[in-house]
């Protein structure tokens, strides 16, 4: 079994190993000493893997309750919390007892929510079942829900007990979850390891022996990251590469139809291209993004203009008075933060 721990205020296991789930019940033991659980799933992830993980935690000796919420970004919303905080109060859970989130960045996002907020913070584990919630959503304590207004703007940090990263479960995704998967594996390797975005450009990353090296790779990346700068104050926003436009996009197209990763690889392309136009990184930078983009079926293009995009991108988190921080990169593997002027947006973009 693969382990690495997170030194974060509150330090956790990352473990990774085949069969996983099937364990834990066990695992979960080993850092929660409650009686009851409350199992958090989405409609698609639980047929597929509910019932193993609740009987893997009945044998460890927890009372399991399970809440499932329908499938999808438009789920990850206030009332949904709701309706889960309404599940936590029937099942009675108390402070020593645990959420289990098993599923994709929504169900992650929003259980470690409502357990930063549940009695004022309970224990959570996160279980990801994608590709995406693997190497990005379940790592770093980042929690939260959407509003109108935009992405992720309502959360807390608050730090998983535990996560475990069952390989096995990768297999049985659609195509279309394993490339959106791709797009915050790319992002990761633009921002901090040009020999992993090398690798990638073989085009053989979504080879099974390829993919578990490239999603324990990534998860070091982050947990080294989230280290240094675990509530966000300045290198964490590196990991925000491509995300100020890709949360204006999902916000146009109010959360449905295009995907978060997705999302990321528009908006990782579009930020390059204009910041080489501006000098701030290197010429064909953008060309060698695309290209990797196009290889694993990620978008490189998008009838909406960024000019209807700039509202949501002011509402970006990190927004800094009448300033915002843009990610860009140098070269591949090397990122820097460049603040700029709200009012300089739009001729930023050329628009």
């Known amino acids: 079994m693969k382990r690495m721990v997170v030194q974060t205020s509150r330090p956790y296991d990352i473990l990774s190993e085949r069969g996983l789930l099937s364990q834990a019940g066990d695992l979960c033991r080993r850092v929660n000493s ?14 597929l893997y509910g019932g193993r993980v609740a009987r893997a935690l009945e044998e460890a000796g927890y009372t399991v309750a399970r809440f499932v919420f329908p499938a999808g970004e438009e789920s990850k919303r206030l009332s949904t919390v709701s309706d889960l905080y309404a599940a936590l109060a029937q099942a009675r859970l108390t402070r020593p007892d645990l959420l289990v989130a098993l599923g994709g960045g929504v169900t992650g996002d929003m259980t470690g929510f409502a357990a930063a907020t549940w009695l004022r913070g309970i224990d959570f584990v996160q279980i990801p079942t994608s590709l995406l919630s693997m190497v990005d959503s ?27 990263v069952d390989p096995d479960v990768l297999e049985t995704l659609p195509p279309a979850f394993l490339t959106d998967g ?10 901090r390891d040009e020999a992993l975005f090398r690798r990638l450009e073989t085009g053989r990353a979504l080879e099974p022996d390829a993919l578990e090296e490239t999603v324990w790779r990534c998860i070091d ?25 890709a949360h204006a996009l999902e916000r146009h197209y109010h959360y449905q139809g295009l995907t978060h990763g997705c999302a990321v690889a ?49 509402m970006d988190k990190k927004r800094t008075g009448s300033d915002i921080d843009l990610v860009l990169l140098h070269i591949i593997g090397d990122a820097y933060l460049h603040r700029l002027p709200l009012q300089e947006l739009a001729p930023f973009f050329g628009k």
């Open 182 to 191: 791709m797009g915050e594996v790319i992002k990761t390797a633009c921002i």
């Open 266 to 314: 528009l908006g990782m392309l579009r930020i390059t291209q204009a910041a080489e136009r501006h000098g701030l990184s290197a010429a064909g930078t953008a060309v060698r993004l695309e290209t990797v983009l196009k290889q694993y079926g990620l978008p490189v293009d998008d009838p909406a203009a960024t000019s209807l995009l700039l509202e949501g991108i002011a």
């Open 138 to 164: 379940s790592v770093g304590g980042k929690t939260g829900v959407d509003i109108p207004e935009g992405k992720n703007l309502i959360g807390a940090f608050w730090q998983p007990r535990l996560v475990l």
């Open 221 to 245: 990346i982050k947990r080294g990251v989230v280290e240094r700068d675990e509530r966000e104050s300045g290198e964490r926003k590196l990991l925000n590469f491509g995300h100020t436009l």
């Open 34 to 47: 409650g009686q009851k659980v409350l199992l958090v799933s989405d409609s698609q992830v639980d047929p």
